[in-house]
């Protein structure tokens, strides 16, 4: 059987419809180097909605902790302290050195945890007392932008959190004795303070009562103890995000670029404490008033303002605090 010879014209036609396309090693690479833009646009995008989604939710966690203290000034008729001492002083007795969150725990759905609070004794001396309660963190208190998520415990006993409530113009010196005045413009948390609103005089829309830490993680940083005064604690002596170090215990005072701290006292008596509110969010901090409402405050706010909004009690013709 003879074979059938095409013609020319037709054999390329043949071959044409036998023969595979494939990618040249150049347009290959144009395919990469436009994924490779896309995603390159596409990522900062990303980013930036997942973090204000997460910024959203560090609002929301303001606004349920400024609900809490309302909850706690209606049944108690007065805001919690920003830490407790006991009438007998601050040792390990009568719950001396609980701060704002351990009172606030029964307005935060954690009845369960005050329900075994043993009262018998002081939160500076864990995991001997009170362990449990140091050992747990309300998830209310932690900021989703965290870059730590849930950070480590101090001295792996002491849990730890993000949010902070004014304790005015440092430092903060106030140790152990239960009647001591305040020698320093006050927040409105502070050594057994207990206003009720008729105290904050310059109104509670323009007092500012919790804000943000930055929080460093190392289980050596004291600050964001939830359970221990020298934790949970801001102050408005600097901007927010400020650089300027915090004064912290030498021995728990881990510095870090974006939280730095320097050592100004050895022990719990005396103390020398100041610390700036600062948060992961870009360009600034969230803050929660004193009427339950949330903003966000730039880190550019001038300091004049900024410290105003820490008092409670209105210095003469001051005028009414904006952000």
Wanted: proline letters at 7%.
């Amino acid at each position: 059987m003879r074979s059938r010879v095409l013609p020319e014209q037709d054999w390329l036609v043949a071959l044409g419809r036998n023969s595979r396309h494939a990618f040249t090693l150049v347009e290959l690479l144009v395919v990469i180097a436009i994924i490779g833009l896309l995603v390159a646009l596409l990522l900062p995008a990303i980013q930036a909605a997942r973090e204000a989604a997460r910024r959203s939710q560090c609002l929301n966690n303001l606004r349920q902790i400024g609900v809490a203290l309302h909850l706690h000034h209606d049944a108690k008729g007065r805001f919690p302290p920003g830490h407790y001492c006991d009438k007998a002083g601050c040792g390990n007795n009568g719950g001396s050195e609980s701060t704002w969150v351990t009172w606030l725990l029964p307005f935060l759905e954690q009845e369960a945890l005050w329900d075994r609070i043993d009262w018998q004794h002081g939160f500076g001396h864990s995991p001997l007392y009170n362990a449990e309660i140091h050992a747990n963190t309300p998830p209310v208190m932690l900021c989703p932008s965290s870059a730590a998520g849930r950070p480590s415990a101090f001295l792996d006993a002491y849990t730890r959190g993000s949010y902070a409530a004014n304790n005015g113009t440092g430092p903060m010196r106030e140790s152990d004795i239960y009647h001591a005045p305040v020698q320093r413009p006050a927040g409105v948390f502070y050594l057994n303070s207990w206003l009720n609103i008729s105290r904050i005089l310059d109104g509670t829309s323009n007092t500012a009562f919790v804000s943000e830490l930055r929080l460093v993680d190392h289980s050596q940083d004291f600050r964001g103890v939830l359970h221990y005064p020298e934790g949970p604690l801001y102050h408005h002596n600097q901007t927010p995000n400020s650089l300027v170090p915090d004064q912290i215990r030498h021995a728990h005072c881990v510095n870090d670029p974006w939280a730095p701290c320097v050592g100004t006292f050895v022990a719990w008596i005396p103390r020398y404490m100041t610390m700036t509110a600062r948060s992961y969010h870009p360009g600034g901090v969230n803050l929660l008033m004193g009427d339950g409402h949330v903003r966000f405050v730039s880190e550019s706010v001038s300091l004049g303002v900024w410290q105003a909004a820490g008092t409670p009690v209105a210095a003469p013709n001051e005028m009414e605090v904006a952000f």
